[in-house]
């Protein structure tokens, strides 16, 4: 059932309350039927420094409450994550066009956020002997303002207050909104710290939820915050002196732009999850045909292909390539196409009118270059909906082959050798998740130490992943890790202690 108007939150969540920014108003609409669904306010730069203020005096009650209590409050939003997945679901697919059948993903979100609240208990630093009459050790303490030189409080009331402001932002993308919003605010909370989250503008209705929820939780007002706006919000939190870590997921040239204005200002600890142009590559010895054409052909519906981790360019040994086209056409080019909240739905509409530009121009070029097209069907009405493509015939050296298209579209070539499937998947500057399917185990070792990326999958195509693992790409593709048994390290600095006896 589509959310009604009057039930959705729009306010920007600052300290406890939420309150309609004073900037531009943002209208958000509903990409299957180009309907109005809210307005949201951009908040204003001095609502920022007065976020991160508020940030610093929950984190200072926070840190002290210790681990046992941030995991007990993490473990409460997980269930309250669990409680409200259709209500997060439901958000995502009127304001992002996310299939409601995507609900089945919202859990991924409360799992990480339990992962972490398990690791915030044992997350420790190390000893060392190497001096016989020293204790060395060292601390693992969350980000803050104080490295080096501490930003203080009025009227600071100890030591410990001096030394322990953190605040972090994590900024965040419209395509899996909740999710990868976890994979932010969980380790870093977990991991002490206090977070400002910026969601997109395209999309910010669930992480606005998802704000209710933690402070529903328990957690202090101030420490989980939610500042609407567009790019400028962002810009001002990455160049902000007394924010000490960014977490980034989003295009590759917004991530330069983040990154600069974070070394501009204070050299801010950055994370980036960036752009993709996924390779699947499919030997002749594929275990199963049809489940590798069903997983590939999942990794570019999903989402309506925006996302970062599609299989856009496959490679499929020649042996078999005349039978994978054939079933590949016959099943993705059949892919239903549609409401997002109908359950049959698997690929809903493109996100807006700029995305479905940036898929046509790519479409417009391949057509130039002599591209075979190969399209499914669309419901006919004022959606942005875009059909399932393939294509074939391109060079390797086109932009449709090098760019990243966020959209429904894929590309099969040929290879004869495992040598040149290698370098073919290698041919980019991306590097995120690359993916490989063989029945011989050691070629699918081979491939997954000569590919570049990420992570590789063997005999399986994203999005399954293993979120105990790290989750991050090569090159173009990010820096740093998300989840993993290591994921709180990212959002803490190390401190070496030499105690002489």
């Not at 030189?149 to 402001?165: A, D, H, V, W």
Request: hydrophobic share 40%.
């Amino acid at each position: 059932m589509r959310p009604q108007a009057s039930s959705i939150e729009t306010g920007s969540l600052i300290g406890s309350s939420f309150v309609q920014g004073r900037g531009a108003t943002l209208i958000l609409r509903d990409p299957s039927t180009q309907e109005e669904v809210a307005k949201v306010a951009s908040v204003l730069e001095q609502d920022v420094d007065h976020a991160v203020g508020l940030a610093t005096e929950a984190q200072i009650r926070y840190y002290e409450l210790g681990p046992e209590h941030w995991a007990s409050k993490l473990n409460k939003l997980a269930d309250l994550i669990d409680e409200h997945a259709q209500e997060l679901a439901a958000l995502d697919a009127i304001c992002g066009g996310r299939p409601i059948c995507m609900a089945a993903d919202i859990p991924i979100a409360s799992k990480t956020i339990r992962l972490c609240a398990s690791q915030a208990i044992l997350h420790h630093g190390q000893t060392s002997q190497q001096q016989g009459d020293a204790l060395s050790f060292t601390l693992r303490e969350p980000f803050g303002v104080c490295a080096g030189k501490p930003f203080l409080p009025e009227n600071p009331t100890g030591s410990r207050e001096l030394n322990k402001l953190w605040r972090s932002t994590a900024i965040c993308p419209w395509n899996v909104p909740v999710v990868l919003c976890a994979a932010k605010l969980a380790p870093a909370l977990a991991a002490g710290n206090a977070i400002i989250l910026k969601p997109s503008e395209r999309s910010p209705l669930s992480i606005t939820f998802l704000a209710k929820l933690a402070l529903a939780a328990g957690f202090p007002p101030g420490l989980v915050q939610v500042l609407h706006g567009t790019g400028d919000v962002g810009a001002w939190l990455a160049s902000h002196p007394k924010i000490r870590r960014i977490a980034f997921t989003g295009s590759t040239a917004t991530g330069r732009k983040i990154v600069k204005l974070a070394a501009d200002s204070n050299l801010k600890k950055v994370t980036l999850e960036l752009g993709g142009k996924g390779a699947a590559v499919v030997f002749d010895d594929v275990p199963d045909l049809d489940r590798a054409v069903q997983e590939i052909a999942f990794s570019v519906s999903w989402i309506t292909g925006q996302m970062c981790m599609a299989q856009t360019r496959i490679y499929v040994q020649s042996g078999i390539a005349d039978r994978f086209v054939e079933a590949f056409k016959a099943h993705f080019l059949n892919c239903p196409v549609g409401d997002p909240f109908d359950a049959k739905t698997i690929m809903g509409p493109i996100i807006d009118q700029r995305g479905m530009n940036q898929v046509n121009d790519f479409l417009q070029q391949a057509r130039k270059e002599g591209a075979t097209i190969s399209q499914g069907s669309v419901p006919s009405g004022k959606g942005f909906f875009m059909p399932p493509t393939i294509l074939q015939g391109l060079k390797q050296t086109s932009n449709v082959m090098t760019g990243e298209i966020f959209g429904p579209v894929t590309h099969i070539s040929t290879s004869k050798t495992e040598e040149e499937a290698i370098q073919l998947a290698n041919d980019t500057e991306f590097g995120l998740y690359n993916c490989v399917y063989t029945k011989d185990g050691a070629r699918g070792l081979r491939c997954a130490r000569r590919i570049s990326a990420g992570i590789v999958g063997v005999n399986t195509s994203p999005p399954n992943f293993d979120i105990s693992l790290p989750f991050g790409g090569v090159r173009q593709s990010g820096w740093g890790k998300e989840w993993g048994p290591d994921s709180l390290d990212e959002w803490t600095e190390t401190k070496s202690v030499c105690f002489k006896m």
